[in-house]
């Protein structure tokens, strides 16, 4: 099976997307960050890229999860773990079984 690139995306995982774009804005403001800070702190250059990945219209590219996570003041193994429940979760309930789901 092949990736098929004009298929529309499962309103499933866009539902899960947006609870993991909740969750983000949720550990920004727990770090006391504005979403200007924040862009200025992970250097992604406008703040209105973190706007997208809060309404869950977009995903952090995984070469930048361990920039997020200091940037939120977390352990990065554990906001990895965390953002896969959203982001992969056939492969968050692999690595960690169904019960660790958000």
């Known amino acids: 099976m092949g990736a098929q690139p004009n298929k529309v995306e499962d309103p499933e995982r866009l539902a899960l997307r947006k609870r993991g774009g909740v969750w983000l804005k949720e550990r920004r403001e727990a770090a006391g960050l504005t979403q200007r800070e ?59 079984g169904d019960s660790e789901n958000s």
Not at 49 to 69: C, K, M, N, T, V
Request: charge should be negative; aromatic fraction near 16%.
């Open 38 to 96: 924040f862009a200025e702190k992970v250097d992604v250059g406008y703040y209105t890229f973190i706007s997208q990945i809060e309404l869950g219209r977009g995903r952090i590219p995984p070469e930048r999860y361990h920039d997020w996570a200091v940037a939120l003041k977390m352990e990065p193994r554990e906001f990895v773990r965390e953002l896969l429940a959203f982001y992969e979760p056939g492969t968050h309930a692999i690595l960690f």
